[in-house]
């Protein structure tokens, strides 16, 4: 009955009192709100793994300055005892292992690792509650977690056993969780602010701390047990791992006694498999980059403009059908081409980008528009425009379309400011990419220009060539006189330039559209076709007589070139007419022509003579 109330529009049941009614995912409990904060959200998380790297080089410093307070010299016990000095006796084999096991600590410092001991513990065991899923097994065992509880512990032990509170602890082992959370921190910190940096720079990072964390780890283990050898110092300590790790080997510093040996072979084991890893690791990035094309340098996007091509796979007229036509204007001059394509470059698309006219301002990037790492290469974000076109040879045309669509959302995404042109192959398709700023859709062209014969014919001919950048030299080696005049006229396009400013034009200001375009074609060899008031946005194709040319007006006209870069010759025209005068005529001989075909041929001919004189 209510749902019928609903449906007829019942006003006794629209004034009823409604209950709002809230749904929750298990988004409500204590632990999802944790977890939440400590590991879904970005930003937060990102605070979470700078605060525990920044313990973890806390401890690590805590740690150098304990060494630097202790002399093992002033006495070695436990908290409490009475202290016993120790000296070192070469010739003796037997080890005192006191100084390894005790250390002085003094009490301020002592609270200070306590202290951040019980941070790091109570962090670690939230953070292993959040992330359990089952096995808890798994969580335990995990590398980290061993090290945490061997570094923290300890400390918390202490507390209610104060005799233990200098018993040494490896806190220096620090270090490599320090080195783990830096891991997870750069890819929280390029989440959070939507980028990223280089497979190659996070690589390079990860070496060099990898190799940092093997010297201050051998560092601080040779100098601690060495305290029942020779008791060296840090620096000293510090002096001969890298004396070791370089494979120089001076031998001036050894370790005397055999667990200190025994540390130095586990130290160039773990380095000889740890550090070719990350070096092969590194050469296979590097291998890869200059494979796929490297990067577009960011101060290069921020000082030159680009525009960025993307395309599922790169054929040769593809490439070379766009380059001529973005090219072909003359503001288009400085910009670079950045191209983005997941395949590698086949040998002929290498060879053109290897001719310098292309090499200088095109430049190859493999990647895939779907990958946020690969736009940023590309620096879409910078972009003066993207253009992402299929090829015209496509078999399953619907599953170009389907591509180029996540392309084209993916770019849309990632720089919503950039001006995006899309080429769909199917109609049926436009409306995914309605949000582009430009569609074009082939079928659509193609059934539009064949519908348009039908009513003028030849019109799909007239447009084709309108579009397509061409010099007009084609067919003129061709014997049939309408090849060399089909090619010589496909290079003609439409130019606009202001009324007022114009030598084609000027002179039919206050005159009838009709009469300005017959007289300019027949004067000069343009065709007037349309025009633009100041005042008005729209364009007005062969407006008819009644319209009446303002100095104000924007024409419109088809040429081989536009007027600025046109020659208008006189003096050559007047010296040509006075010799004709003074021979046979200009209307005898066999090639006899009406008088404005004539100058018609003339006008159009002096479009392609540029610096000559005026």
Not at 12 to 37: A, H, I, M, P, W
Not at 360 to 377: C, P, T
Not at 415 to 422: D, F, H, K, T
Request: charged letters at 20%; glycine letters at 4%.
């Amino acid at each position: 009955y209510r749902f019928r109330d609903l449906l007829l529009g019942d006003p006794s049941f629209q004034n009823d009192d409604r209950v709002q009614v809230e749904f929750y995912v298990n988004e409500n409990t204590f632990k999802e709100r944790l977890k939440l904060f400590f590991i879904k959200n970005q930003r937060s998380s990102l605070r979470i793994r700078l605060f525990n790297f920044s313990l973890k080089l806390l401890t690590c410093l805590l740690y150098i300055v304990r060494v630097l307070l202790d002399d093992p010299a002033l006495g070695i016990g436990c908290w409490g005892c009475p202290k016993q000095n120790y000296s070192f006796n070469d010739s003796s084999s037997e080890i005192n292992w006191a100084p390894i096991l005790w250390v002085e600590r003094k009490m301020t410092l002592w609270a200070i690792q306590v202290i951040v001991a019980i941070i790091s513990f109570l962090e670690t065991m939230l953070l292993i509650y959040l992330s359990y899923k089952g096995n808890i097994w798994e969580q335990i065992f995990r590398v980290s977690f061993v090290l945490e509880m061997i570094n923290t512990l300890p400390f918390i032990i202490t507390i209610f056993w104060p005799p233990l509170r200098n018993l040494f602890i490896p806190v220096f082992l620090n270090c490599w969780l320090a080195k783990h959370a830096l891991e997870n921190m750069i890819n929280d910190f390029h989440r959070a602010i939507l980028r990223t940096q280089s497979a190659m720079f996070n690589q390079v990072l990860i070496l060099f701390c990898t190799l940092l964390c093997l010297v201050f780890t051998g560092t601080c283990g040779i100098q601690h047990l060495e305290r029942a050898g020779e008791n060296l110092s840090l620096l000293t300590s510090f002096y001969f791992c890298i004396v070791t790790f370089s494979t120089v080997g001076y031998g001036d510093v050894t370790p005397k006694i055999w667990p200190s040996q025994l540390l130095v072979v586990i130290m160039i084991c773990v380095a000889l498999v740890v550090l070719p890893l990350q070096f092969e690791e590194l050469v296979y990035l590097w291998m890869e980059r200059q494979k796929s094309g490297g990067n577009y340098s960011r101060h290069r996007a921020q000082t030159e403009k680009h525009v960025v091509l993307c395309v599922s796979s790169l054929k040769i007229d593809l490439l070379m059908d766009f380059l001529n036509e973005f090219y072909a204007h003359p503001r288009l001059q400085d910009y670079y081409v950045v191209i983005l394509c997941p395949t590698e470059m086949d040998v002929q698309v290498r060879r053109v980008l290897q001719i310098p006219l292309w090499s200088q301002r095109v430049i190859y990037l493999q990647g895939s528009a779907l990958k946020d790492q690969d736009l940023m290469r590309a620096k879409m974000d910078n972009g003066e425009a993207c253009f992402i076109l299929s090829s015209r040879n496509e078999v399953d045309r619907t599953a170009a379309d389907h591509q180029t669509i996540l392309r084209a959302w993916a770019v849309k995404d990632f720089a919503p400011n950039c001006p995006l042109y899309v080429q769909i192959l199917k109609p049926e398709n436009k409306f995914h990419v309605k949000f582009a700023d430009h569609v074009v859709c082939e079928e659509e062209c193609k059934y539009a220009m064949l519908a348009l014969n039908c009513i003028c014919p030849a019109t799909s001919t007239l447009i084709t060539l309108l579009v397509h950048t061409s010099r007009g030299q084609e067919g003129q080696e061709s014997p049939e006189q309408w090849q060399r005049m089909y090619g010589r006229c496909s290079g003609n396009e439409v130019y606009h330039i202001r009324m007022g400013d114009s030598k084609f034009f000027r002179e039919y200001e206050g005159k009838s559209f009709t009469y300005a375009a017959f007289h300019a074609h027949k004067k000069y060899g343009v065709c007037l076709i349309g025009l633009k008031r100041e005042d008005n946005k729209s364009i007005l194709l062969n407006p008819g007589p009644r319209h009446i040319l303002a100095a104000s007006d924007t024409c419109f006209y088809i040429n081989i070139t536009k007027e600025e870069n046109s020659a208008f010759i006189f003096k050559q025209e007047e010296k040509r007419k006075k010799r004709a005068f003074s021979g046979q005529g200009l209307h005898e001989g066999p090639a006899r022509l009406p008088v404005h075909s004539i100058i018609a041929s003339m006008g159009t001919v002096a479009m392609d003579l540029q610096g000559t004189e005026h």
